[in-house]
Each structure stands twice: as C-alpha cells, then as structure tokens.
C-alpha cells in the first residue's frame, strides 16, 4: 500500500478528493473556519456546511453554512476528525 501523496497532484484534483470532508480554511485576517466543504469554484469561493469560527485557536461562533469570498482566503487544510 502506498501512502496518499507518493503521487503527484494538483492543487485542483487536491480539492476535489476534498469535497465533503472536514476541512481547516485560514483567512488572511489570520481567523479560522473549520466545517465540512460543500463546493468551491475557480475563484476559490468556498461553501462550508456545520460551520465554526475561531479566532486566536477559541471558539467565537457556529453558522450553518458559510460562504467564503475567495480572494480573503489564505489557504484550506484537511481537518482530522475528532473522537
């Protein structure tokens, strides 16, 4: 078995595996949304679904979807899931 990134991949075959998945998104104003990516476009405008805000590593707010202006993010990271 090989391990997931052996093989190359481009950052848009990256975000489509990622669709559905908890994900990490960083904004420039250095805030974090962490919830589940429903879609994103070209633009990187990015749709969340079980939405929270953190602000400085604390809980500030729970949305139920979000919508991210693409050009405000710095980047999306995957999120482990919690036990």
Request: glycine share 8%; with cysteine; net charge positive.
């Amino acid at each position: 078995i090989q391990p997931a990134m052996s093989r190359k991949q481009t950052p848009s075959e990256f975000l489509k595996q990622i669709i559905g998945r908890p994900v990490v998104v960083k904004l420039n104003s250095g805030v974090d949304y962490r919830g589940v990516l429903a879609c994103l476009d070209g633009y990187m405008n990015i749709a969340l679904e079980q939405t929270e805000e953190y602000v400085n590593g604390q809980l500030k707010n729970k949305y139920g979807d979000a919508f991210i202006r693409g050009n405000n993010v710095l980047y999306i990271s995957t999120q482990k899931r919690r036990a």
